[in-house]
């Protein structure tokens, strides 16, 4: 208790040496005086003077509460990752006190909920407590040195009972630090930032520290890109930030891709933009945000062309997000319920159209080109065929279910679910097609989305399953329920070659020789081939091999996680093997037949001698001209 009890000291200093840095002998201007009067009922004040330990300290203030118990919850999720991430458990030193120091009684009632005692004649009642940031790949919290990351869920407790109360975040940086987000800041105080409400602020992550900011005007809509460095010392310049990373570049494709979903939308939905960009080794995924997004990425990205590429496309997904779930938002996920799973069986329009959409935008926006976009179609075609789980998950299933299975992978997934990111790009593919090809070329998928967009905003109630399929058969001009029964809410086979006639693109399966396998995937571990997945009814299934089991011998010489699959191939077909392994540190042995595994891949290309109407469709689809 002694610990919290200096924290909380500690906490009021930096608040009082705050509002003297703020105040000073200064006259304040009206401007400033107006919007401190009165204080707002909810106030953080966040401490990153010891960032450089992953320590973040919160003092969260509340006025105005009236005397008895009141609850206090961390998220346990965070919007956009459909997974319990049980933020709490970097949550320590909880204090609780009077506005005038009076400790007050602050006990947990469950993994993140508090209750906290209120005495009559508290104006305010103040909750101390630590952070310790550590936790960058899944964009939640993260500090060291030269930065602090808040995704706002992961740091930000909150009172249900004032989560629509306006608030203020007071930032207390080290020296040279500066702040990048979506949110306004506080007129009053340049290290202070302010929300309508506590669902505003978790949909708005804070970056503060050292990084690049480039500004830019998309037709008059400010626009910003932060760029944090990893790992550079503060103060050091990155010494080579790759010879792709060209401030006026950047922009322009940014605009470019803004521009391409914009008017599929007809109009950018928010005042102010803000790309948080974190380069580091290993970087990657991202996440959408209200009028902001957060997207991790390698040095590599701005090093080599096809890394550059690849970084576009997050981008792209992130931004069309924007509409697609951060305002048109699927029945389940709104209003958020932060303390628990929130279910949908639309994620695969939230996240599978989006997919779809985000290499649309990029071949419209011409910074992919159109033998590079054909090769992604020809990706989805190829990953839906190949995978086992596609005759055995629908794309509903795969949405309700993401809390427990995309996102919790077993591994036995790849035979029993599929990825609603790609079925519901998948599917997206088919939809616009049909839609193309049943209004000759007059409506597509772009339709149903600014319909939903404009029929479903924020401030108004959640898309349904129903609406979406009614938006569908508006744009198409007849029914295509026998869609939606088959391949969405089933897992019939889906008849890809039928809908991309539709824009003159044929499928076709590349030649390419079988190969000699057992159906298993291995990984090296303990000086053997560790199986890491079975393929189900394979010759390793009917082995009775399993995840886990430890292969250090084929037909009696060593073997190892990296070459287990390339020695099998090389073998002649129908041949046996004989597989000496480890199951739980006992010495078996099997004898395997191998099986024949199809290779090469499908493929879309583009018809020899289009219809005037399939090259209509597929210009207006790709925004690019047919010319081969
Ligand atoms: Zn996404």
Redesign the pocket.
């Known amino acids: 208790m002694l610990g919290t009890s200096v924290l909380a000291i500690a906490i009021t200093f930096m608040m009082l040496a705050s509002c003297a840095a703020l105040g000073g002998s200064a006259p304040e201007s009206p401007a400033a005086r107006q919007h401190r009067e009165p204080p707002r009922r909810v106030e953080y004040v966040v401490g990153l003077t010891d960032a450089r330990t992953q320590t973040i300290s919160v003092s969260l203030i509340l006025r105005a509460v009236p005397p008895g118990e009141l609850e206090l919850c961390l998220p346990v999720w965070r919007p956009?990752r459909y997974q319990i991430l049980d933020m709490a458990g970097t949550v320590s030193g909880v204090f609780a006190r009077s506005g005038d120091g009076e400790p007050r009684d602050i006990r947990k009632v469950e993994k993140a909920t508090w209750m906290v005692s209120v005495a009559p004649g508290d104006d305010e009642i103040i909750v101390d407590y630590r952070v310790y940031a550590n936790s960058i790949g899944d964009r939640t919290r993260h500090a060291d040195d030269s930065h602090a990351f808040l995704s706002p869920a992961s740091v930000f407790m909150y009172a249900p009972s004032m989560r629509q109360e306006p608030l203020v975040v007071r930032l207390i940086m080290p020296e040279g630090w500066r702040i990048a987000t979506g949110l306004e800041r506080d007129p009053g105080d340049a290290s202070a930032i302010v929300a309508r409400d506590y669902d505003i602020l978790v949909d708005s992550p804070i970056e503060a520290g050292f990084h690049d900011l480039i500004d830019f005007d998309v037709d008059g809509t400010p626009h910003q890109i932060a760029v944090w460095w990893g790992g550079v010392a503060p103060g050091d310049k990155p010494s080579r930030r790759g010879k792709l990373f060209d401030e006026k570049k950047l922009s322009e494709d940014f605009t470019k891709i803004i521009r391409a979903q914009r008017d599929i939308f007809g109009s950018l939905p928010y005042t102010r933009y803000v790309f948080l960009v974190h380069c580091y080794q290993g970087g990657g995924g991202g996440t959408?945000h209200l009028n902001s997004t957060i997207v991790g990425c390698s040095p590599a990205a701005f090093e080599e062309e096809s890394r550059y590429r690849s970084f576009l496309t997050l981008i792209s997904?992130?931004m069309f997000?924007t509409w697609n779930v951060k305002q048109l938002r699927p029945a389940g996920i709104k209003p958020y319920d932060y303390q628990r799973e929130n279910y949908t069986e639309l994620l695969w329009v939230a996240?599978g159209a989006?997919?779809y959409y985000e290499n649309v935008a990029l071949v419209r926006a011409g910074l992919i080109t159109l033998d590079h976009f054909l090769g992604d179609i020809g990706g989805l075609v190829d990953g839906d065929r190949k995978r086992i789980g596609s005759s055995v998950q629908s794309a509903e299933e795969s949405s309700f279910d993401a809390w427990i299975k995309f996102n919790r992978p077993s591994p036995d997934h790849a035979n029993t679910t599929v990825s609603f990111?790609d079925k519901g790009a998948q599917l997206s593919l088919v939809l616009d097609m049909l839609i193309r090809n049943a209004s000759s070329g007059e409506r597509s998928l772009d339709n149903v989305m600014r319909e939903l967009f404009e029929k479903f905003p924020l401030s108004g109630p959640a898309f349904t399953s129903r609406d979406f399929r009614e938006a569908a058969n508006r744009a198409a001009g007849v029914d295509l329920s026998w869609f939606f029964d088959r391949h969405v809410a089933r897992t019939d086979p889906v008849d890809y070659e039928s809908a991309l006639r539709a824009a003159g693109l044929e499928v076709s399966l590349s030649e390419v020789p079988a190969r000699r396998t057992i159906g298993a995937a291995f990984e090296d571990a303990d000086g053997g081939a560790r199986v890491s997945s079975i393929e189900s009814g394979s010759a390793a299934a009917k082995a009775g091999l399993l995840v886990g089991d430890i292969i250090v011998a084929l037909n009696d010489r060593r073997v190892r996680g990296g070459e287990a699959a390339s020695r099998m191939n090389e073998l002649v077909a129908g041949a046996t093997v004989e597989l000496t392994y480890f199951r739980m540190n006992v010495l078996r042995r099997v004898s395997v037949a191998l099986q024949e595994a199809k290779g090469g891949s499908w493929r879309v290309r583009r018809v020899g001698e289009p219809s005037p109407e399939q090259r209509r469709i597929f210009e207006s689809w790709t925004g690019q001209a047919w010319k081969e």
Do not use: R, V
């Open positions: 956009g959408e997904h992130e997000h996240e989006t997919t990111y």
